[in-house]
């Protein structure tokens, strides 16, 4: 019984001892995720700081007395503000020095291109930007309160009065929710805000400290949704080399490499080496092997590798207590807004300071002008004393803007004999006359603070803004395909019997090479078409008759076939291109009929349409058992048309009499300049038709000029001044400044090699090409520096008659040139020459592909040429 009972009194002891967390969970998780988004995460809007930063940057102005700090002092100093580790204030700090904007750095701050780590805080020094101690700090707009301890005063926001977080940007990661505001230009943010203080429309894009070229044609002001493109900048050094010169904002050189790497051991990419020469500018040599093409492998390197990247914007702050989601325009707006207020609270405090200047001056004057200090000698008390001044006062106060008030009169009772015995009426009336002056300017700045606020920022600019041009160029890209970029880096390989293809079947026939990623199409003997992804071994059907890598919108490559209707005997003919299909969908590409089968087939990459001979049995009534059909005269039709008759007879065989040439007409090609890019979609500036033995002319700013064959992938530099069709029979005209000389030359000439990139000017360092004209016979007007000399008009052809390509040319001239600007040309009549007929191009670019192939029928068996559109 005994142990029974002390059983139940431990157990009443046990449930006095339970508590109940119903809720609490709940209570403590909103506390900690307020705490993190509040005090840690997010930065607020009316300063740009997160809490960390804004307690560094109070703890640099304790400190500052102009010279440098150590870091670790200032991390020690900081920590009286901020209730977390010594670690994490130092990364704080150093990230806010490497933005290059409110910090004076002295020692190894790190490097944000190659990502090596600053120094340990004990050996790196700091002191606070002049630009900061102009724009961050005022103790008279504070407002403060309490640290976390109690000890100490912390400032609530600092008055900055400068859109610093759209400057440096922010990014960080709470408790449900993140923020990542990207870098705006200095100088952009300043000219926006003098815009909104004007009442004009503006727009800002980002800005990165590592250059780059970036997309912001989806940026969404910044807000949740938007998306920036940002590459690096890629150039060619030779046909064998490529530079990368600035890198992506959130990249370093070493993780670039590192991606570089990765999609060359996954065969994406082709390179024989890569070189890391980054100092003080980003410099990555790749080279490449010989038979690769530099432009494949730059927009290679934008698919596969972090030469570009995309980053997905989302402006979170703190407003009030409460973190809010709004667009970088609008941060802007409020930040230029408070700005004003700043301005307007600093001026009303220095009104006040001046007017209370002004009152105790003229105090002073009055007491000592009226000798009204005599009035005390013979005072026996305090009282006395201060009642004897008040009425001394009286008579000559009327003037003043406030009431004398005992602090006054006692701060009187305070001059020194010696300021009196020695003071100088008309001095001291010219000071008080200074001083209604500036009231008189403070006044009129709050009566126009637009204004005064415009000429603030001016002045921030001018002073501050002369090294802060953009780093990032802003363009539009081009969508790059990944599968028309990449490496091949498999070879495939097909059993057309057993109807397998693949990259594992090493022992079969070899198709071509191919990358992992690409999709093949698969014509078979029954007329089927099929378009899979690449694998190790797929199963596509038996009787394989052809296989290739397909290219998805090709309008170029033309299947040639015959076929042979399975019901009816008929023979058909048809001319088709696939440009679009479902993956792993079989498509019928005959009647439709059981037992049809294909009798003839060829692919033809440029549309080419051979000569073939049509051979039947010797069987009945037939007269007529061969004859030759020119496939160039059968249209070009979709791939679910029925095709035109053959012949209703049975046939013996079908050879190829001729191979065919192209039947396609030239394709137009456009420039299209926003994205620097060659299409043939009709945007930007028509270059010209192309046939595949047409080249494009290039002539650079440095005086180089080649000839190429025109490619949709081809990048182009920015020096380029000259991009046209090739004429192999039109001079150029050039006039260059020969360094070594010191003269200029005009010369014209023929581009000699066509294969390769000639230099027509001297090779001097000071040697600059002037101008270069494209017309047959161009005319132009050279203005010289000396206002002396006349204006001179240049008759190229008259000047100086074509010569080879390294020719000096003909001396023009000694005296510095200005400008030259080419005039209308003289008339020229082109050569005549007979044009070869060609068929127009009429490949169907999208097709239905449930199509009713009896609805061709009608128009297909009664042999109409015409191309029927789906």
């Not at 020719?807 to 080419?822: F, H, M, P, R, V």
Request: net charge negative; aromatic share 8%; hydrophobic share 35%.
């Amino acid at each position: 019984m005994a142990e029974q009972e002390d059983k139940e009194q431990d157990l009443n002891q046990n449930e006095d001892t339970i508590t109940k967390i119903t809720g609490m969970y709940e209570d403590w998780f909103l506390d900690y995720a307020s705490y993190v988004i509040l005090e840690r995460a997010v930065p607020g809007i009316n300063d740009g700081f997160k809490p960390v930063q804004r307690r560094i940057m109070q703890s640099m102005k304790d400190l500052d007395d102009g010279r440098y700090n150590k870091v670790a002092n200032l991390v020690g100093h900081t920590m009286q503000y901020h209730p977390h580790g010594d670690a994490s204030i130092a990364d704080a700090m150093v990230q806010l020095g490497q933005k290059e904007l409110l910090i004076d750095m002295q020692g190894n701050w790190g490097n944000i291109l190659t990502g090596d780590r600053a120094a340990a805080s004990r050996y790196i020094e700091a002191r606070l930007s002049k630009f900061a101690l102009a724009v961050v700090f005022n103790p008279k707009t504070t407002e403060w309160q309490a640290s976390y301890d109690g000890r100490r005063k912390e400032p609530i926001d600092l008055p900055v009065k400068f859109p610093l977080l759209l400057a440096q940007g922010a990014e960080g990661i709470a408790v449900g929710l993140s923020t990542k505001i990207l870098p705006h230009n200095f100088n952009e943010l300043i000219q926006a805000s003098i815009k909104i203080l004007k009442g004009q429309s503006f727009s800002i894009f980002p800005d990165f400290l590592t250059g780059g070229v970036a997309d912001v044609s989806n940026y969404n002001d910044g807000k949740r949704g938007g998306k920036v493109r940002v590459r690096a900048k890629i150039s060619q050094r030779d046909k064998t080399t490529l530079v990368i010169n600035e890198i992506p904002f959130g990249t370093t050189t070493s993780s670039l490499i590192d991606s570089v790497l990765k999609a060359n051991d996954k065969g994406k990419i082709k390179i024989k080496r890569i070189e890391d020469n980054t100092a003080r500018e980003v410099e990555i040599l790749i080279h490449l092997p010989s038979g690769v093409s530099p432009d494949k492998t730059i927009d290679a390197l934008f698919a596969f590798t972090n030469c570009e990247v995309s980053i997905s914007p989302l402006c979170c702050i703190i407003q009030e207590n409460k973190p809010v989601f709004i667009g970088v325009r609008d941060a802007l707006k409020y930040s230029t807004e408070h700005t004003v207020d700043l301005l307007r609270n600093e001026l009303q405090i220095q009104l006040a300071e001046l007017e209370e200047q002004w009152h105790f001056s003229s105090l002073e004057r009055i007491f000592i002008e009226n000798r009204i200090y005599r009035d005390i000698e013979e005072e026996e008390t305090w009282e006395g004393v201060i009642k004897a001044i008040d009425l001394g006062l009286k008579p000559h106060i009327k003037h003043l803007k406030r009431a004398v008030t005992e602090e006054d009169i006692i701060r009187l009772t305070e001059i020194r004999i010696k300021k009196i015995s020695k003071f100088d009426i008309d001095k001291a009336k010219l000071f008080i006359e200074g001083l209604e002056e500036k009231i008189a300017k403070v006044k009129d700045n709050l009566e126009h603070i637009i204004d005064y606020a415009i000429d603030y920022f001016k002045d921030l600019k001018e002073k501050f803004g002369k090294d802060r041009n953009r780093k990032t160029d802003i363009r539009i890209f081009e969508d790059i395909v990944a599968t028309k970029v990449v490496m091949a880096n498999a070879k495939l390989y097909v059993n057309r019997e057993e109807g397998f293809i693949g990259t594992s079947l090493r022992k079969d026939e070899f198709v071509s090479d191919c990358a992992d990623i690409d999709d093949i199409i698969v014509f078979k003997r029954d007329g089927k078409m099929m378009v899979t992804k690449v694998d190790s071994k797929t199963f596509v059907g038996k009787n394989i008759i052809h296989a290739a890598v397909f290219k998805k919108n090709d309008k170029r490559t033309i299947y040639n076939m015959l076929y042979k209707d399975g019901k009816s005997g008929v023979t058909y003919m048809k001319r088709f291109a696939v440009t679009s299909v479902t993956r792993d969908r079989e498509y019928d590409l005959t009647s439709g009929t059981k037992g049809s089968k294909v009798v003839y087939f060829t692919a033809n990459p440029n549309g080419e349409a051979e000569l073939i001979t049509v051979n039947l049995r010797a069987a009945g009534s037939v007269k007529k058992i061969k004859w030759d059909i020119d496939l160039a005269d059968l249209s070009i039709k979709g791939r679910g048309s029925k095709g035109n008759i053959v012949t209703k007879y049975p046939l013996k065989k079908i050879e190829l009499k001729e191979k065919g040439v192209s039947t396609l007409k030239p394709r137009k090609i456009w420039f299209d300049e926003t994205v620097q890019r060659l299409n043939v979609d009709s945007r930007g500036d028509l270059l010209g038709e192309f046939t595949a033995d047409d080249r494009l002319l290039i002539i650079n700013q440095k005086g180089e000029v080649k000839t190429i064959i025109p490619n949709l992938n081809t990048h182009f530099d920015n020096d380029m001044i000259v991009l046209e069709k090739w004429n192999p029979n039109k001079p150029i005209s050039a006039m260059y400044f020969d360094g070594e000389r010191e003269r200029y030359y005009v010369k014209r000439f023929m581009v000699e090699h066509p294969d390769r990139e000639e230099k027509f000017i001297s090779d001097h360092p000071d040697s600059k090409l002037q101008i270069v004209a494209m017309d047959h016979r161009p005319m132009a007007e050279v203005i010289y520096s000396k206002r002396s000399l006349d204006n001179e008009i240049l008759n190229f052809e008259e000047f100086i008659a074509v010569k080879g390509i390294k020719a000096l040319g003909n001396q023009y001239s000694t005296e510095k040139i200005k400008d030259i600007n080419l005039l209308d040309p003289l008339p020229y009549e082109e050569p005549e020459i007979n044009d070869v007929e060609l068929v127009e191009e009429e490949v169907i670019e999208s097709e239905n592909k449930d199509q009713n192939a009896s609805e061709d029928s009608k128009d297909e068996d009664d042999g109409d040429p015409q191309t029927k559109l789906f």
